[in-house]
């Protein structure tokens, strides 16, 4: 039976204009249904028929209303979450999921309490190159893996942004906003690892908040990811490097949902997703003995297959992939981090 569930979305900046309201509208058995805007209606233009309010207790004493997306600022994240959780509302909140672990936990506890789901917006596990290299170790092509880096570059030198990320609140600063995601997607390809080793820090002049890492994560005696942003890169350096005992994939280039997104597109209308050839990853490897060395096409990828699964759950047809279990252990992974990068040592991991 289909069942229909109505949306309710808190906050209308860039991440609940860009990723989130017209991702919920491609996704069948979602209506975003109202968004709260406190001082404009600019969802309307795009999508009339929603209800805007100014105050997000609109949402919570509002029945008709199933699931909550918290789209804030992360350091309010766990106080909208929690209100949303106590008015009986399912939630989708923004990454990263908290602050901090412990209220990570809190939030997890509750939401059991209430049996409510609740879930982090990982979409990162829905671009089209991470899609790929998962198909690519799934598959065994690159043997056993040893090494990977996961990089997350740009040119950015002079801070003059006035954004909240670029705060000194706990939960700003650049290993929190796109760290969080290269480490998301490096636990869900291989598991938590038994250590790291971080170097996180603040680049820029004037920084607040920290514009560069350089983390490391270990897994027992043979596997080590690197995980690296800098605002100073100019020269495109590769997304993904993976060596294996069968080979190397190398990727470059980002999925080109974000910017078709940011200029109005509409998922799931043809070619969605799609990457042209030029930014198809090189695989060097063996195969049954013989040597193959070429181009891999990328997996089109979905941002709306993230709304879809939670759908599903909800209505008891799927098992959650982005648990917020999995959420709350990276968060966890990034205080060692910062706390390696702060004693200058490897610390063993603590979950």
């Not at 109505?6 to 996704?27: C, K, N, Q």
Request: hydrophobic share 40%; net charge negative; with cysteine.
């Amino acid at each position: 039976m289909n069942q229909t569930l109505r949306v309710g979305l808190i906050g209308y900046g860039f991440a609940g204009s860009v990723f989130h309201a017209p991702v919920v509208t491609a996704v069948p058995g979602l209506e975003l249904a109202a968004v709260v805007e406190r001082r404009s209606a600019h969802s309307k233009e795009r999508f009339p028929w929603v209800n805007v309010v100014k105050d997000v207790r609109d949402l919570y004493e509002d029945p008709s209303i199933d699931l909550i997306i918290v789209t804030t600022p992360s350091t309010d994240h766990f106080n909208f979450v929690r209100d949303a959780l106590l008015a009986g509302k399912h939630v989708v909140v923004e990454k990263p999921f908290t602050p901090t672990a412990a209220e990570a936990d809190e939030l997890i506890a509750l939401a059991k309490q209430q049996g409510k789901v609740v879930s982090v917006f990982h979409n990162r596990r829905y671009d089209g190159d991470f899609l790929t290299l998962k198909e690519l170790l799934n598959q065994g092509m690159l043997g056993e893996v040893r090494e990977c880096t996961f990089r997350w570059d740009g040119f950015d030198p002079v801070l003059t942004s006035t954004n909240w990320r670029e705060g000194a609140a706990q939960g700003n600063g650049v290993f929190y906003d796109l760290g969080v995601h290269l480490l998301d997607q490096a636990l869900t390809l291989f598991g938590n690892p038994d250590a790291v080793s971080g170097d996180v820090r603040k680049q820029r002049e004037g920084a607040q908040a920290h514009d560069y890492f350089d983390v490391t994560l270990f897994y027992g005696d043979h596997l080590k990811i690197n995980l690296r942003s800098s605002r100073f890169v100019r020269e495109a350096t590769p997304r993904y490097v993976l060596h294996g005992t069968k080979g190397t994939f190398i990727k470059y280039g980002v999925d080109p949902q974000e910017p078709a997104l940011i200029n109005g597109g509409q998922p799931n209308t043809p070619h969605w997703g799609k990457e042209p050839r030029e930014l198809w990853g090189k695989l060097n490897t063996s195969i049954g003995g013989l040597h193959v060395e070429g181009v891999v096409e990328t997996i089109a990828g979905s941002y709306a297959d993230y709304y879809k699964n939670v759908y599903e759950h909800i209505i008891g047809q799927a098992e959650l992939e982005v648990k917020p279990e999995q959420a709350r252990d990276a968060i966890r992974i990034i205080e060692l981090a910062l706390q390696s990068s702060e004693e200058g040592r490897k610390l063993p991991i603590t979950l």
